[in-house]
């Protein structure tokens, strides 16, 4: 008989394949307990792709609501509960995206009268490099160091090999440090004395 592993993340695994069972016997506690514990990473995740909050909360109330019939879909033996509902929510932006790039529409952007916010800038200058990598580079990146999955879970997500992640990864770092350096917004690096 095996040892029980006392971790954190043990425990949380447990209650994720606790509340997928139960959600695939249709129970809605089980699906409750997958939207508390997963909606904050789906809405981050979205709002990644389609830059737009409120857009971003719909698709993801929407993934959870669909979630109730597609969970029957899912094989725990493939791919970690966490990394295939990402990929649900992948498809589900990218379909969001797709339906919008139908309709022609002029984009206005008003400027922000708070120009001397050093915080608001860098964000701007880091959406603006990340948005000049390839996109493959880009999901890698945000999907690694916003959501905080692990390559492997990035690798399920993405339908990817864990070495493919690993060289988008690296790729990705060094276009997004590029990117930055031209705009004159790259991290500050100490140097040993």
Do not use: C
């Not at 959600?23 to 506690?29: F, I, L, M, V």
């Not at 890698?140 to 692990?150: A, D, I, K, Q, S």
């Not at 276009?175 to 690096?189: D, F, K, N, T």
Request: hydrophobic share 40%; net charge negative; glycine share 8%.
């Amino acid at each position: 008989m095996s040892t029980p592993s006392t971790g954190v993340g043990s425990a949380e695994s447990l209650l994720v394949q606790e509340a997928v069972r139960r959600a695939k016997q249709g129970d809605r506690e089980g699906i409750r307990l997958l939207y508390v514990r997963f909606s904050g990473d789906v809405l981050r995740y979205v709002n990644s792709f389609v830059r737009d909050y409120h857009e971003a909360e719909d698709i993801t109330h929407n993934v959870f609501a669909k979630l109730i019939t597609a969970i029957t879909r899912y094989e725990e033996r493939a791919t970690p509960f966490a990394a295939w509902i990402m990929r649900v929510a992948r498809n589900a932006a990218l379909d969001y995206l797709r339906a919008r790039r139908a309709i022609p529409t002029d984009e206005l952007r008003i400027a922000d009268s708070d120009e001397g916010d050093p915080g608001l800038e860098r964000g701007l200058d880091i959406r603006e490099a990340l948005e000049e990598l390839p996109t493959d580079q880009r999901e890698v990146l945000v999907l690694r160091h916003v959501m905080g999955l692990t390559p492997v879970e990035i690798a399920g997500t993405l339908a990817r090999t864990e070495s493919s992640i690993h060289g988008l990864h690296h790729r990705g770092r060094r276009a997004l440090q590029g990117a930055l350096e031209a705009r004159g917004a790259a991290p500050i690096v100490l140097q040993a004395a």
